[in-house]
T-cell receptor
Framework: SQQGEEDPQALSIQEGENATMNCSYK?????LQWYRQNSGRGLVHLIL?????REKHSGRLRVTLDTSKKSSSLLITASRAADTASYFCATMRIQGAQKLVFGQGTRLTINP | EAQVTQNPRYLITVTGKKLTVTCSQN?????MSWYRQDPGLGLRQIYY???????DKGDVPEGYKVSRKEKRNFPLILESPSPNQTSLYFCASSILGSIGAGNTQYFGPGTRLTVL
């Protein structure tokens, strides 16, 4: 079954606003990663947060992780039209084969 | 430039005609993986490889084969394609670090396959 589930499935905001996307997962993880995908293209890694971290920043991105709730959020501040893309969370489990399990993604649209 | 390349980028074929999608990475990564992406289903892993001659099934391996004869290449083979294999396919690679290393995956540009 799908490990990560993003919420919302789609989000449309005005340029300059902040965008928040959430991810929930089911099993214990080693780390959680966020990826971005422009339409029809390959995924690009954005940021990784390990299970012993609670918050991480990278430029306009802020990721939080709450392992007790098995959830993560990705915040994009001061959004730009170029941020329009799909965003996926992916989890790597502690046990078992090394693999990333992806959620279904959040489609973000930034309106100029 | 560090990259993962896939060929072809687009392919239209007919049911039953064997095809191979190539994947190559120039980062000396041990780990390589194939995914398919379908609307509403996200990315699902087909097969992965942790090193040369070491491959294993992912979540949706039926109808696919892979091989890893060289570290840089990880071709995906469809022996007898069917219309339900119409999808967008991605190859990815990463280092095979220790637990906690992160192991960010680098993705190829994708191959859009249509099976008629």
């Amino acid at each position: 079954s799908q490990q990560g589930e993003e919420d919302p499935q789609a989000l449309s905001i005005q340029e300059g606003e902040n965008a928040t996307m959430n991810c929930s997962y089911k099993t214990s993880i080693n780390n959680l990663q966020w990826y971005r995908q422009n339409s029809g293209r390959g995924l690009v890694h954005l940021i990784l947060i390990r299970s012993n971290e609670r918050e991480k920043h990278s430029g306009r991105l802020r990721v939080t992780l709450d392992t007790s709730k098995k959830s993560s959020s990705l915040l994009i501040t001061a959004s730009r039209a170029a941020d329009t893309a799909s965003y996926f969370c992916a989890t790597m489990r502690i046990q078992g084969a090394q693999k990333l399990v992806f959620g279904q993604g959040t489609r973000l649209t930034i309106n100029p | 430039e560090a990259q993962v390349t896939q060929n072809p980028r687009y392919l239209i074929t007919v049911t039953g005609k064997k095809l191979t999608v190539t994947c190559s990475q120039n980062m000396n990564h041990e780990y390589m993986s194939w995914y398919r992406q379908d609307p509403g289903l996200g990315l699902r892993q087909i097969y992965y490889s942790m090193n040369v001659e070491v491959t294993d099934k992912g979540d949706v391996p039926e109808g696919y084969k892979v091989s890893r004869k060289e570290k840089r290449n990880f071709p995906l083979i469809l022996e007898s394609p069917s219309p339900n294999q119409t999808s967008l396919y991605f190859c990815a690679s990463s280092i095979l670090g220790s637990i906690g290393a992160g192991n960010t995956q680098y993705f190829g540009p994708g191959t859009r396959l249509t099976v008629l």
